[in-house]
Nanobody, 115 residues
Framework: QVQLVESGGGLVQPGGSLRLSCAAS????????MGWYRQAPGKQRELVAT???????NYPDSVKGRFTISRDNAKNTVYLQMNNLKPEDTAVYYC?????????WGQGTQVTVSS
């Protein structure tokens, strides 16, 4: 089982970009599917992106074409590249990992999109 630590969040203007990183401890990172989720005030946590050990990806319509998830198994790290950010992207972003289910979670990193 791995531990996850997110970084890269911050304040950005609408239309800007951020790259989030999720560093995983241990040496078994490559067997896990990885995901990014987000939760805004008053909202339920929602899926942002997933990536399988083999590199297959999935995105909801809300971020498709703007966000890209990737992984570097040699560095035990998963990334979320976020482009053309909108105010509605403002949320705490969480990294997750799992085999059958997403049962390992990071602490979250705040992303605020505002002018």
């Amino acid at each position: 089982q791995v531990q996850l630590v997110e970084s890269g969040g911050g304040l950005v203007q609408p239309g800007g970009s951020l790259r989030l990183s999720c560093a995983a401890s241990g040496s078994i990172f490559n067997i896990y599917a990885m995901g990014w989720y987000r939760q805004a005030p008053g909202k339920q946590r929602e899926l942002v992106a997933t990536i399988t050990p083999g590199g297959g990806t999935n995105y909801p319509d809300s971020v498709k074409g703007r966000f890209t998830i990737s992984r570097d198994n040699a560095k035990n790290t998963v990334y979320l590249q976020m482009n053309n950010l909108k105010p509605e992207d403002t949320a705490v972003y969480y990294c997750s990992a799992g085999r059958v289910t997403m049962d390992i979670w990071g602490q979250g990193t705040q992303v605020t999109v505002s002018s």
